[in-house]
């Protein structure tokens, strides 16, 4: 069945680059995502990519994609405190468009 | 920020007492979900709607009804609602398949 994996926790210091991992099993998602969530908030989209793409860059933020190997990475350059959140990668579903949900990435970020 | 809110967002009730989650969207969007967010889980969908009294079932959906009688309102319901469904819900709108899904802020419930 569908399924996206994420490891669990990430730490970095303020400055550095974060990258963080997510792996899908549908290979006829045509979107993925990636959703921001701060402490007692909801989510926020990131940012996405479509599935024929396998790069797409938005200021900070670097998706990379790689269908062959069914790979998506968010990666977050000059990272900084505000930063420390969950992020959740999510690949879309044709039945109804429902999202299929990594566990999220808890990113802390160390001054 | 999408037109969604959420209501209550945050509720306490007992084991055995009916619930029900109201979602309401301002932007006239066809599709509604409702997700469940628990630790290690991520986000599971429980029920989504593709239009006024479309309705149908996601992954997680024991225990829960939904309806949608007008394009602004999406309900959940647990009906005898029990400890395992404490959780944090999340209502979730879409124009169209594949475009972007929009979050409401969540409900906290505890079931005692």
């Known amino acids: 069945g569908e399924d996206v994996e994420q490891s669990l926790f990430l730490s970095v210091r303020e400055g550095d680059s974060s990258v963080i991992n997510c792996t899908y099993t549908d290979s006829s998602s045509t979107y993925l995502y990636w959703y921001k969530q701060e402490p007692g908030a909801g989510l926020q989209l990131l940012t996405y990519?479509?599935?024929?793409?396998d790069m797409k860059q938005d200021q900070r933020l670097t998706v990379l994609l790689n269908k062959k190997d069914k790979h998506l990475s968010l990666r977050i350059a000059d990272t900084q405190t505000g930063d420390s959140a969950i992020y959740f990668c999510a690949e879309s579903s044709g039945q109804g468009g429902k999202l299929i949900f990594g566990q999220g990435t808890e990113l802390s970020v160390k001054p | 920020d999408a037109g969604i809110t959420q209501s209550p967002r945050h509720k306490v009730t007992e084991t055995g007492t009916p619930v029900t989650l109201r979602c309401h969207q301002t932007e006239n969007h066809r599709y509604m979900y409702w997700y469940r967010q628990d630790p290690g889980h991520g986000l599971r969908l429980i029920h989504y709607?593709?239009?006024?009294?479309?309705?149908d079932k996601g992954e997680v959906s024991d225990g829960y009804s939904v309806s949608r009688s007008k394009t602004e309102d999406f309900l959940l319901t647990l009906e005898s609602a029990t400890s395992s469904q404490t959780s944090v819900y999340f209502c979730?709108?879409?124009?169209?398949?594949?475009?972007?899904?929009?979050f409401g802020p969540g409900t906290r419930l505890l079931v005692l």
């Open positions: 990519i479509f599935s024929n793409m």
């Open positions: 979730a709108i879409n124009r169209e398949i594949g475009e972007t899904q929009y």
């Open positions: 709607s593709y239009g006024v009294k479309d309705t």
